[in-house]
């Protein structure tokens, strides 16, 4: 019983074409553990791998999205980075990141340290009201890592970026839906239903076209897009039965049914 009431390791359930990860350490405000990344980075790689999910949640149990990462293991994570900065925890923020199919971060509540950068990670974010967001990296002599400084900024600006890492002062809920932190604030008690109405819009849409357009907005946001590439998933869309059955439907007033061909 104390087990369970102690919480556990992430989760992850599929359901239809919705996946759903949910960290789930609520007494230790859903803190993220060396073995949970490990965790993570095996239920993305199944999401991944799995043709008829088209849309990711991520969420926590309780009162707090995340505490970030167990700052008692931050040591042993420093001692593991490789020459250029590399870990495991960035690895697999960015293997979230670039996840084929769309991804929303459910907010149930505050987050902390390297749990916000999963958050931006997703393509978006709907939060809570009440909830707060604190980036304490230069209150512990922390230089974050290159690729969770590039989503601050490309996410949310320069300036803003500077000014959660530099200042290292929390941010309450209404700030962050200015900054863009979030894209949207509910109460929690309409978090669910709200998030739910958003995963069925993505998962409803022609996940070919989805998939690629997300890749590409990515790739153009972080400096490294490629035309032929780009044009290449273009190509491929304009050939597939999903535009024909957009279109049919389209002309028929009815709603698609898409097959991801």
């Avoid at 965790?39 to 849309?55: C, K, S, Y």
């Avoid at 459910?106 to 997703?122: K, P």
Wanted: charged share 25%; aromatic share 6%; proline share 4%.
């Amino acid at each position: 019983m104390e087990a369970a009431a102690e919480g556990t390791g992430p989760i992850c359930a599929i359901d239809g074409g919705r996946a759903t990860i949910r960290l789930n350490r609520p007494r230790q405000h859903n803190r993220i553990e060396p073995a949970d990344l490990l965790a993570i980075h095996d239920f993305l790689a199944t999401v991944e791998e799995d043709p008829a999910v088209r849309v990711l949640v991520f969420t926590g149990t309780g009162k707090t999205f995340s505490s970030g990462y167990h700052l008692g293991a931050l040591s042993d994570r420093q001692k593991t980075e490789t020459d250029d900065g590399d870990s495991l925890f960035s690895r697999v923020v960015d293997q979230l990141e670039a996840l084929r199919v769309p991804t929303i971060a459910a907010l149930n509540g505050g987050v902390y340290g390297g749990s916000t950068d999963m958050a931006l990670a997703c393509d978006f974010r709907i939060g809570t009201t009440g909830m707060r967001m604190f980036m304490p990296a230069a209150r512990l002599g922390l230089h974050y890592y290159e690729s969770g400084l590039r989503r601050y900024a490309t996410r949310l600006g320069l300036s803003t970026a500077k000014r959660l890492f530099l200042t290292a002062q929390p941010v309450e809920a209404d700030e962050l839906l200015k900054i863009g932190f979030v894209d949207e604030l509910v109460a929690p008690e309409e978090l669910a239903a709200r998030v739910d109405a958003l995963a069925g819009i993505l998962a409803a849409n022609a996940p070919l076209a989805v998939q690629g357009m997300k890749r590409a907005l990515n790739a153009i946001a972080a400096g490294t897009a490629d035309s032929a590439t780009i044009n290449e998933s273009r190509k491929a869309c304009a050939e597939s039965d999903d535009i024909k059955e957009g279109l049919a439907s389209w002309a028929e007033k009815r709603t698609p049914v898409f097959q991801g061909r």
